[in-house]
């Protein structure tokens, strides 16, 4: 009976932390959604503290590659879950496979597999009038993970 219990407290747990990321994504102001991959096949934009600009590049054909990100976002030696201001002072880049994972909403359906070593980033889409907009969550699925909010640029 106990080990029952066990079971039913991890996947209780495990449940309340998908929902828990969902509503913190909600909450930013807009609701989950999962675009077709024409939706988001482009260029994805964020900036730094300074007007610094990083740039996500998702491909059809299923690569992405980053320009000007934080240093230290792809789990190098000394990655410690936090971006800081001086880390926009030395952008990093990294390639890799994205691939949407078709699921609940109650996932984040994005995910990024970097050719660099180290951590992934997921993601969750969220349309906020008309708008959509791309939430990187880097490394563990943890409180202190950094994430960054990108919007796709015009063409």
């Known amino acids: 009976m106990a080990r029952g219990v066990v079971v039913v407290k991890r996947v209780l747990g495990a449940s309340l932390v998908g929902a828990a990321i969902v509503l913190f994504l909600a909450g930013c102001g807009g609701r989950p ?11 994805w934009v964020t900036s730094g503290p300074n007007d610094e600009i990083a740039s996500l590049t998702i491909a059809g054909d299923g690569t992405f590659s980053y320009t000007g990100m934080p240093k230290g976002l792809f789990c190098a030696e000394g990655f410690d879950h936090r971006i800081w201001p001086e880390d926009w002072a030395e952008p990093d880049t990294s390639a890799g496979t994205w691939r949407l994972r078709h699921t609940d909403s109650t996932s984040l359906p994005l995910a990024l597999n970097g050719n660099t070593a180290g951590c992934g980033a997921t993601g969750q889409f969220t349309e906020i009038h008309d708008n959509i907009e791309l939430t990187l969550i880097f490394g563990r699925l943890d409180e202190g993970s950094p994430q960054l909010s990108f919007h796709q640029r015009a063409e």
């Open 33 to 43: 959604v999962i675009p077709s991959a024409s939706e988001f096949v482009g260029e």
